[in-house]
């Protein structure tokens, strides 16, 4: 093989690096969709007509000073436990659920700790999986009873009255709606990852493809879902980047706080808040789940998992990484994170008007949750635990399918209705890859394609259930408003017979 064409660290010498370049182009991506939010707002504010501006400008103030509100009590109801048994009444179950989780995140940072300086590789994954776990449990307890108590602590109850009661069932195309479904599209995928990369690290376990292709297509479906599969240099500079990005909301979020709350006579105006919900939705799981990855591949480290550390969703194998420096930045930066983003995008809860693709903050709440804890059980979950894994991962999927069916999270039916489609393809991927996953003789006897033949079959069929559902139902509908319509006319007729 001549010195042009040997290969080093995957890429050709004498080319240009392909990991500076995709580098380059996932940060410049990131970039375009900022610039692209900002630009597009500051255009429509532009060539709207004055007046009309002024309205849409007093109701978007309106909505996020609810919005604030709303943030300002969850961060309340989270930091403000009673100590004493008597005080938690009548929420004994939260408040003691609350404590319990506590106990185990600061046992967990303490054994961490102990763990890092004593470089007990065993124990600090096991101490970091706890701790993870322990915060989002705590934070779905809290937030859980926030919205028990959520008319006790807004006082606005007529608001939430008709939060519960509105419901729509067509949507519009409008800029906003379209950009709403672009994001449940990539929720979606990025959720459809996890367990295509789990089978395809089983399928390239068993021997079945060269050493080349599982990274090859995992880079792939990284680079789709914005889970980026790349060097280790390029890992160090996304976690800085990372750690930086949530310094600074958590910095501007204090400043504004503590400069309104000084000078309330002359506050800094937020109506542009509003319109970073979007990009907060859109990037949520990119950046909180690349959080975990860090902390999952530094915690394979000295493992027998360790080659995942250097083929994983990260690979953080560079020598030059300081395994305590790291670690202990990515927890905190993945803490402050996971509490500021959850918070803040479960925290609007406008009333919608006719046709507009809007959720309610419950439903936003438990879905962005349960995609975490799905997160967290595909990438700490050690692989000789593979089984629990698989299990874990059916029961939280399985529950997103029944939250989304029987609370309706979003105002929209249609969008409600395929969204429970694409969870139960979701589901049903789940179910396959925890099928080939724990049975390697199966996976040993069946073909690549006979592999995404099961998948892709299973995916359609549901697809042809769902559509011949919905038709059924529409001709339901059609036919109830039909008879509607009817008795409304019968009845007209009568009163007039009888005048």
């Known amino acids: 093989m001549g010195a042009g064409e040997q290969l080093v660290g995957g890429a050709a010498v004498g080319s240009a690096d392909p990991n500076t370049v995709l580098a380059v182009i996932y940060f410049v991506t990131i970039g375009v969709i900022v610039l692209g939010t900002g630009i597009y707002f500051f255009a429509i504010a532009r060539i709207t007509d004055p007046e009309v501006r002024l309205m849409d400008l007093m109701v978007t103030q309106r909505e996020v000073q609810h919005l604030i509100d709303n943030l300002s009590s969850q961060f309340s109801n989270f930091f403000r436990l009673p100590l004493r048994w008597r005080k938690m009444k009548p929420y004994y179950t939260h408040h003691s659920l609350s404590w319990a989780f506590i106990v185990f995140l600061f046992a967990s940072i303490v054994v961490l700790i102990v763990s890092l300086a004593l470089d007990l590789s065993q124990v600090v994954r096991i101490s970091t999986l706890t701790f993870v776990a322990s915060l989002n449990a705590l934070f779905m307890t809290r937030q859980h009873l926030y919205y028990i108590r959520r008319t006790y602590l807004t006082y606005d109850a007529e608001h939430y009255l008709v939060l519960d009661t509105t419901s729509f069932y067509h949507f519009d195309w409008s800029v906003f709606n379209v950009v709403q479904i672009g994001i449940l599209l990539f929720e979606f995928v990025q959720l459809l990852s996890f367990p295509i990369r789990d ?83 859109l990037l949520y799981l990119p950046m909180l789940v690349m959080l975990i990855g860090s902390a999952a591949c530094l915690s394979k480290l000295g493992t027998d998992d360790r080659k995942g550390a250097a083929s994983g969703l990260l690979r953080c194998n560079d020598p030059a990484i300081i395994k305590p420096l790291y670690l202990s930045f990515t927890v905190t930066a993945y803490t402050a ?77 249609q969008i409600n209705y395929w969204r429970t489609y694409g969870l139960c393809s979701i589901l049903w991927v789940s179910l396959i890859v925890a099928m080939l996953t724990n049975e390697s003789s199966t996976l040993t006897k069946l073909s690549i394609g006979g592999i995404a033949g099961a998948l892709s079959v299973g995916v359609v069929v549901l697809f042809i259930i769902f559509v011949v559902v919905r038709r059924v139902n529409l001709a339901a509908r059609k036919d109830a408003e039909r008879a509607t319509e009817r008795n409304s006319l019968v009845g007209s007729n009568y009163e007039m017979t009888q005048t």
């Open 199 to 281: 089978l395809i690290d089983s399928i390239h376990l068993a021997d079945r493809i060269d050493s080349d292709s599982p990274d090859t297509a995992s880079f792939i479906i990284g680079i789709i879902s914005m889970f980026a599969n790349l060097s280790s240099k390029f890992y160090i500079i996304q976690l800085w980047f990372l750690v930086a990005v949530v310094a600074c909301i958590a910095a501007v979020m204090s400043t504004i706080h503590v400069y309104n709350a000084w000078w309330p006579h002359k506050p800094i105006a937020l109506y542009w808040v509003k319109y970073l919900l979007p990009l907060a939705n």
């Open 337 to 413: 994170g996971y509490v500021i983003l959850t918070a803040f995008v479960t925290s609007f809860d406008r009333i919608p008007i006719q046709g507009e693709i809007h959720f309610r903050s419950q439903g936003v709440a438990f879905l962005k949750n349960a995609s975490m804890l799905l997160s967290i059980d595909f990438l700490l979950v050690a692989n000789s635990y593979r089984h629990i894994r698989s299990i874990l991962s059916l029961v939280i999927v399985l529950s997103m399918v029944c939250f989304n069916i029987s609370t309706q999270p979003c105002f929209v039916d």
